[in-house]
């Protein structure tokens, strides 16, 4: 008998429109797979620089026993601690290796972070491809993964906290004692890992608190929970004498109107290039439409935690090292699984959130290219870091390390009795390829009592690391090296960062002034410091207050500058207007008076003045009249202050400008960009 064509009674085919709904899913799985596997790839090699500190206190630790970063001096930089016991016990177990096991480990984070998410949801197909999209294949999760630093581990966290929410809350409005221990445990964690994760995880667990079963399983999880914070707070206190990293003073946040405006502007975009944004939207006015704003437990507990989470971020979200949302990465897991819960109520047709998502992906691949190619802050311009993109600074650390060996190499060639003095702006790498090395920088150097200004510390160091960028021009690294009389150019590495060249140099000071800072934030200053603020370097530099000798600089970087402030009318002047002809004369006029050996070809593109004289050191003292110039180049006699205080400072600042020693003569660089000191 012929088997028969014809379905079974009661058998019905699949739907045409559900198999295509299936297929749009599994497009979307396979796009978001595609692209973080792109992302990954090429941003394994991204590590920043503080990651660096990190490393090099886990290395003390292993290697000398101390939970610090300059032999000797107890000062704590860590904004996790919890991150820095991590990478000790990698390093003791992989040894250099240790930032390759780290990444390893931040990947492993961020896979089982999304695995949760998504397995904590009913809907398995549709939650796995939002997950993927929304959370896997978030550039900043790919930027950050490999950044070195400890936010792929508060990601974890984050993650497990909101995943066992809302499974713990979905059928039942009661916890266990257990799970109140256990979510309170995961709240001390991130708090060891990041401090101010407890703008989320307080607002949190205060609504946790609605759901306890007694409350005596409260005051047990609190109190259990406290331990290990309040273990770390007493060893910081005693060991450090301060309960908070240098970070905290140094970086504080910002309540300007302006800045709090910027930031909001600037999470609110990346929110909506990763999709949160719009999908909240639509959210929203579908539920307009229906009149029901009630919310499911665990998404109310989420969202408050994210709502305060994201309104404390307006005042650091651009601060530095925070940029690609850096700030807002670790909480990602949280706001997935906001969004999962929605999508529980508000039910699309999978056609049209396939399409959503999608559109997405397109958005995530469009800002990936431009985090890696353009600016590491995507379409933002106008934060820290905006001007470089990953690639760059990928290279950047490669840049670092060659500076490092240069220094070694130099020092080693004078034949030292001590170990050499490193003044650096970038904190991580240089010192963590120098550990012979003592280092002066912004963290590490910074005490409580201010027993010296940047420019102060940097006279005492036998190395001045620096780079010259439009940005940098006018900083007190900058006035540092421009204001010393006495450098030597040691190394130059140029780099081009998002199409704008750049050169990272290396100083030498053949006589650094004698500084000692104190062993712990809150020492008082030891008696050096008045022998160093005594001294000719160190008031000139103060009496500048970061303005740069006009006879340092060349006409074509005045021409370029924007913001100066107030020169001294002997040596220095107000720049009000400059047109370029008017320069580009002025310096045509002091090439033909100087002759060939103005400007040497190996300081020619780059914005640091030339290390050494020549001829034509004193050119732009023919640029600046003794009277005003209409407007373009007006001398500081035109514009005397008008009270008492500011003309002391002037007159003080000519008396100590008489007392200048004549500058010695320095050989040019050798071949190489290596130069012997005098």
Request: net charge neutral; proline share 7%.
């Amino acid at each position: 008998m012929q088997a028969s064509l014809e379905p079974a009674p009661g058998a019905t085919a699949a739907p045409i429109s559900e198999r295509a709904d299936r297929r749009a899913f599994v497009l979307v799985i396979l796009g978001a797979v595609g692209l973080a596997l792109y992302q990954y790839a090429s941003l394994y090699g991204f590590v920043i620089d503080d990651a660096y500190i990190v490393l090099h206190y886990a290395r003390n630790l292993v290697t000398r026993g101390e939970l610090v970063f300059n032999p000797g001096e107890r000062v704590s930089a860590l904004t996790s601690p919890l991150h820095a016991l991590i990478t000790a016990a990698l390093y003791a177990l992989v040894g250099e290796r240790t930032l390759i096991a780290y990444k390893l480990i931040c990947c492993a984070c961020v896979a089982i972070g999304g695995w949760l998410t998504f397995r904590a949801q009913p809907d398995r197909e549709r939650s796995l491809a939002v997950t993927l999209v929304m959370l896997v294949a978030a550039p900043s999760v790919a930027l950050w993964t490999f950044g070195g630093l400890e936010t792929p581990l508060l990601f974890l966290v984050v993650a497990v906290f909101a995943a066992k929410l809302v499974r713990e809350l979905r059928d039942a409005d009661t916890l266990t004692r257990s799970s109140m221990v256990q979510l309170h445990l995961l709240a001390a964690v991130a708090f060891l890992l990041r401090h101010d994760s407890v703008c989320f995880f307080a607002p949190a667990l205060l609504l946790v608190w609605q759901h306890r079963s007694d409350w005596t399983s409260v005051a047990l999880a609190v109190a259990l929970a406290a331990l290990p914070c309040l273990a770390w707070f007493g060893f910081a206190w005693v060991y450090y004498g301060d309960l908070l990293p240098t970070s905290f003073y140094v970086k504080t946040p910002g309540f300007g109107l302006r800045g709090l405006i910027s930031t909001g502007l600037y999470e609110l975009m990346w929110l909506t290039l990763m999709g949160f944004v719009p999908v909240l939207v639509a959210v929203a006015l579908s539920r307009s439409r229906q009149d029901d704003w009630r919310l499911d437990r665990a998404e109310l507990i989420l969202l408050t935690g994210l709502a305060a989470t994201w309104i404390y971020g307006l005042s650091m979200a651009q601060k530095h090292m925070m940029f690609g949302f850096r700030h807002g990465m670790p909480y990602l897991p949280a706001a997935t699984a906001v969004i999962l819960l929605e999508l529980q109520r508000w039910t699309p047709r999978p056609s049209v959130l396939a399409a959503i998502l999608l559109a997405i992906l397109v958005a995530d691949a469009a800002n990936t290219r431009r985090m890696l190619d353009v600016s590491v802050n995507g379409y933002w311009k106008s934060s820290a870091y905006s001007e470089a993109d990953a690639r760059s600074l990928m290279r950047m650390v490669d840049v670092w390390k060659e500076t490092a060996r240069d220094i070694r190499a130099h020092w080693q060639g004078l034949n030292p009795s001590r170990n050499p003095r490193v003044f650096t702006y970038a904190g991580g790498v240089v010192p963590y390829e120098l550990p012979e090395a003592y280092i002066f920088e912004e963290l590490v150097s910074a005490r409580r009592m201010h027993c010296m200004t940047a420019q102060g510390i940097a006279a005492a160091a036998d190395y001045i690391h620096a780079v010259s960028t439009p940005q940098t021009r006018t900083s007190h690294y900058y006035s540092a090296i421009v204001s010393h009389p006495g450098l030597h150019l040691v190394t130059d590495k140029p780099i081009e960062v998002s199409g704008e060249l750049r050169h990272v140099q290396v100083y030498y000071n053949p006589s650094p002034e004698p500084l000692e800072l104190p062993a712990r934030f809150d020492d008082p200053c030891p008696g050096p410091r008045a022998q160093a603020q005594e001294s000719y370097f160190y008031q000139w530099l103060n009496l500048m207050r970061g303005s740069v000798p006009l006879d340092k600089m060349s006409h074509r970087e005045l021409a370029q500058a924007k913001d100066w402030p107030d020169f001294d009318r002997d040596l220095h002047a107000k720049l009000e207007t400059a047109p370029h002809p008017f320069f580009a004369a002025a310096g045509g006029a002091a090439d033909a008076a100087a002759g060939a050996g103005l400007h040497r070809p190996e300081h020619r593109g780059h914005d640091l003045p030339d290390p050494g004289p020549d001829p034509g050191d004193g050119h732009l003292r023919l640029a600046v009249p003794e009277g005003p110039h209409q407007g373009w180049l007006v001398s500081r006699q035109a514009h005397d202050f008008p009270d008492a205080r500011h003309a002391a400072r002037r007159q003080q600042r000519r008396d100590l400008t008489a007392a200048i020693p004549s500058e010695p003569a320095r050989p040019r660089p050798a071949a190489g960009g290596a130069s012997e000191p005098s």
